[in-house]
């Protein structure tokens, strides 16, 4: 059974950021040159350097795939019931991996095909333009159409 939850990341302290106690609790305060001031957690990083700590805004969803591998995936929704349904129909796709009515090629298909024409043919390019391809190759002019 998987999990939604919001990711948490950490960012470098801004600069002129002021280091408080809130509550009992070590925040950074910011007071941008408009607006109000806003104050984060902070965390020690692995260079031991005080950070940010920030909660993502969207929900991930941490799952076991049709190989039983653990795989954690960024579902987009800002709402937990969105989450969930994304994270219900991931599992969905790992049972019939799993009791063998889809293979794992055919699952990694159906994500290949929900993938827009225009994000296709942006891969194709760069991949074109990766292997060396000449820049004739690549303008439309140049296509190899007469007319």
């Not at 984060?40 to 350097?49: H, K, N, V």
Request: aromatic share 4%; with cysteine.
């Amino acid at each position: 059974m998987g999990t939604v939850f919001k990711q948490k990341f950490t960012n470098p302290l801004p600069p002129g950021a002021e280091i408080i106690t809130l509550k009992g609790e070590t925040v950074a305060r910011v007071k941008p040159p408009k607006g109000r001031a806003v104050t984060f957690p902070l965390t020690t990083g692995r260079d031991g350097s005080q950070r940010n700590l920030i909660q993502a805004t969207t929900y991930s969803a941490r799952y076991r795939d049709g190989a039983g591998i653990v795989r954690t995936v960024a579902t987009g929704c800002r709402d937990e019931d969105a989450a969930r349904s994304v994270l219900a129909d991931l599992e969905r796709r790992a049972e019939l991996v799993r009791s063998g009515v889809l293979t794992a090629a055919e699952d990694r298909i159906a994500d290949h095909a929900a993938t827009l024409i225009g994000e296709h043919l942006d891969g194709w390019l760069t991949s074109l333009k990766a292997g060396g391809c000449s820049v004739r190759h690549l303008e439309p002019a140049h296509s190899g159409r007469k007319g």
